[in-house]
Antibody, heavy 118, light 107 residues
Framework: QVTLKESGPGILQPSQTLSLTCTFS??????????VGWIRQPSGKGLEWLANIWWDDDKYYNPSLKNRLTISKDTSNNQAFLKITNVDTADTATYYC??????????WGQGVMVTVSS | DIQMTQSPASLSASLGETVTIECLAS??????LAWYQQKPGKSPQLLIYDASSLQDGVPSRFSGSESGTQYSLEINSLQSEDAATYFCQQHHDYPPTFGGGTKLELK
């Protein structure tokens, strides 16, 4: 059974760094073809893809945020991470991690709400 | 970035009806398209991948098709549990991009 669960700070202040963790089970990020991605959704709005990391440590970022994003993984502990530097109110959203196999995301976490506020 | 223009933004339909949601890609995405369903307060769920392949466990009343750069999601015999927002996503090229969403309301 594949499950993913996001965790994060809940609330942080502008200019701080947002650190998110995705803890998953039921698959391994060392398996050929496996990937984990991060997607966010402001309340009542659409979905925005942020970054992907693959089994071979290949990484891809959304160019609109690339300089602020860092994705990484800990294969031994079945975790993936996302850091977003210099946050502002526009980064307030629900953040999801999801498993990627062929490009689509077949399993999603429940999401974690992040609020940026002074 | 590849733009995904999704229509309609919202629609209302009755139980048992058939509805179609469309996504127009700004360039050829070679069937690298997924459809997701999202219910309020829940995470998106994969319905269709590779434009027309049904994800395991998804009812067969959901189907996907394509014609050129136009992709469609058809839902037959609408059920009450189909009330949700539907998104398309292309994953042919980075960054993967989503359509704006279609909110389906059941009358």
């Amino acid at each position: 059974q594949v499950t993913l669960k996001e965790s994060g700070p809940g609330i942080l202040q502008p200019s701080q760094t947002l650190s998110l963790t995705c803890t998953f089970s039921g698959f391994s990020l060392s398996t050929y073809g496996m990937g984990v991605g991060w997607i966010r959704q402001p309340s009542g709005k659409g979905l925005e893809w942020l970054a992907n990391i693959w089994w071979d440590d290949d990484k891809y970022y959304n160019p609109s945020l690339k300089n602020r994003l860092t994705i990484s993984k800990d294969t031994s502990n079945n975790q993936a991470f996302l850091k977003i530097t210099n946050v502002d109110t526009a980064d307030t959203a629900t953040y999801y991690c999801a498993r990627s196999l062929t490009g689509s995301s077949d399993y999603w976490g429940q999401g974690v709400m992040v609020t940026v506020s002074s | 970035d590849i733009q995904m223009t999704q229509s309609p933004a919202s629609l209302s339909a009755s139980l048992g009806e058939t509805v179609t949601i469309e996504c127009l890609a700004s360039e050829d995405i070679y069937s690298n398209l997924a459809w997701y369903q999202q219910k309020p307060g829940k995470s998106p769920q994969l319905l269709i991948y590779d434009a027309s392949s049904l994800q395991d466990g998804v009812p067969s009343r959901f189907s996907g098709s394509e014609s050129g750069t136009q992709y469609s999601l058809e839902i037959n015999s609408l059920q009450s549990e189909d009330a949700a927002t539907y998104f398309c996503q292309q994953h042919h090229d980075y960054p993967p991009t989503f359509g704006g969403g279609t909110k389906l309301e059941l009358k």
